[in-house]
């Protein structure tokens, strides 16, 4: 039996295509197996597409939806029905945090309810992350878990798009930018360029891909690299962009990954 599961706090997520009795059965030996699960939600293929938030309903155990997750030391409140989150990007959320130096002035485009900056703020307290979110309850929860995580001052949550809010304020001001939504990764990465400040730094861009199914790293290499050569001539960029790290995140679907890419960025173009 093929079923997709991942746990956020003491709720299961479970996705697959078999019948519902089997479902049941599943769910009911999880529930009764595993005491820190207490509820488990269904997922249908649907994802909201601003927002990234997936389709769930109720399926078994107490009809409770807010949890409480925890991660590498950090405690994030959300709900997995009105926001988006994934505990597969923990060990992305420990590589950022790991690379940060102290004072770095940071800026968190797209932050849900906080994982990526107060990851961050708690390794490298003396950095700043402004942390901008468009979904109201996301940002609600983002509000709630930078008190939880004693991140005051650290991390400063903004409501709205993101695009708007960083041509107003952060032109020529950052260290570091943090762009985790594929989704809108070639478009945001013109203006995140402009948000660094004189124009370099560094910039995680998450993108995702159709890499096929006889992936490997050679042609995960090639396959940014034409990307970014496609933006970077589409935007008309004048910038020296040198890719650090490529990783692959996570699979999407059998075909497309979710790549992580760090890219340096310097003025002038040689
Ligand atoms: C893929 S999620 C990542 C959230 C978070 N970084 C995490 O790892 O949990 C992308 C987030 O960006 C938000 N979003 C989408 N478009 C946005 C925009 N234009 N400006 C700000 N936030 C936006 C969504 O609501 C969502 O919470």
Redesign the pocket.
Known sequence: MKVISEQIGHILIIRSNEDLCKLRNFAEEQLSKKKHIRTVLLQTNKVSK????PSLRYFMGEKKFETIHTEYGCKFYLNPAK????PR?SF??QRIANEVNKNEKII??????????ICIAKKVPSSVIHS????YA?YQYMIKNIEVNKCNNKVIPYL??????VKKQFINYADRI?L?????ADK?LPLAIKSLSNEEGIIHW?ISEYVGKKENKNDLGKIVRQRLERVVKESKLKNKIIIQLIRKIRSLSPNIAHIAVDLRVEKTKV
């Open positions: 601003e927002e990234r938030v926001v988006f989150f994934s990007l992305e959320r968190n485009f797209f932050s849900g309810v906080g994982p990526f900056s901008i979110e468009l979904n996301a709205g798009d993101a695009l708007e809010i943090i985790p939504l594929p989704m809108l945001a998450q």
